[in-house]
């Protein structure tokens, strides 16, 4: 399998079946989700949630509704549940919030 450059970081990562580990997907995402939230001074799971909500317009799929209580809640879906293609949109999202906010992401294991 032949590595893929991040064009912001340019970490290598190797497009397959979303796994966890060093290279992997995940760590590419929740490096950039780390450094997002450190650099906004934003909650971990604050961030992930804005880039899974900006995700849709790429195709990432919409929030489930459940009803429990009497409360509302969206339910998105797990990264890992995601697949490769999914978890590429994350990344993607990342690196646009970076872009507009200037902030040059790094890769790094969290």
Not at 8 to 20: E, G, L, M, Q
Not at 97 to 103: F, K, M, N, P, S
Request: proline share 5%; glycine share 8%; hydrophobic share 35%.
């Amino acid at each position: 399998m032949q590595a893929i450059e991040c064009p912001f970081c340019h970490k290598a990562w190797f497009p397959k079946v979303r796994s966890t580990g060093e290279h992997s997907q995940n760590t590419h995402l929740n490096g950039h989700v780390a450094q997002l939230a450190r650099e906004t001074g934003n909650d971990f799971d604050d961030v992930k949630l804005g880039v899974k909500a900006r995700a849709v317009k790429r195709g990432f799929p919409e929030p489930r509704i459940r009803r429990a209580g009497g409360r509302t809640y969206e339910v998105w879906k797990s990264e890992s549940n995601c697949t490769p293609a999914e978890c590429a949109m994350l990344i993607d999202e990342c690196h646009q919030i970076a872009d507009e906010l200037g902030i040059v992401l790094v890769e790094e294991d969290i």
